[in-house]
């Protein structure tokens, strides 16, 4: 029996750019933010990734976006990577909580916690709560938000 990898999608398999825009601590209406989806990129080495390990796991998409966009986030999955109606876990608008304890809850009703071979995620607090109830992590900085090197100067003698 194949192993689960659970995957979040924004800024795990998406870059998400110029809409990030949209949303502030002034707006913080999410509609237009979840909407403009199909604007992000893929995030290349996440894909790559995942597109090797397609034949020896199963894939289960992970996301806080709203159900009222599974169209559009199938979509985009479909369009980065080679898979054909991805198992995808939305949000149900109704429920407020956290983005970490939504996403735990989403899973421990969908599949069993040791079928999961280890996560795909950017947000630390969901990272905490996966690790808490014995999901191993990965942490995936989007190439939007990375850190770039610090140029390192060779010390000149004297």
Do not use: W
């Amino acid at each position: 029996m194949k192993k689960t990898i659970i995957v979040d999608v924004d800024d795990t398999i998406t870059i998400v750019g110029d809409r990030r825009n949209t949303i502030n601590k002034i707006n913080t209406d999410y509609t237009e933010f979840h909407n403009r989806c199909l604007e992000d990129k893929p995030n290349g080495y996440v894909i790559r990734l995942l597109s090797n390990l397609l034949n020896q796991y199963n894939l289960l998409f992970v996301t806080i976006r709203p159900e009222s966009i599974r169209n559009k986030t199938i979509k985009q999955i479909e369009n980065f990577l080679p898979i054909v109606n991805p198992n995808v876990l939305m949000n149900d608008e109704s429920i407020n909580n956290s983005a970490a304890t939504i996403k735990l809850n989403m899973i421990k009703n969908a599949i069993d916690i040791d079928t999961i071979e280890f996560a795909l995620e950017d947000n630390d607090k969901v990272i905490k709560e996966y690790s808490k109830a014995g999901i191993k992590c990965l942490k995936v900085i989007s190439q939007d938000k990375a850190i770039k090197p610090k140029r390192i100067r060779k010390k000149r003698r004297l």
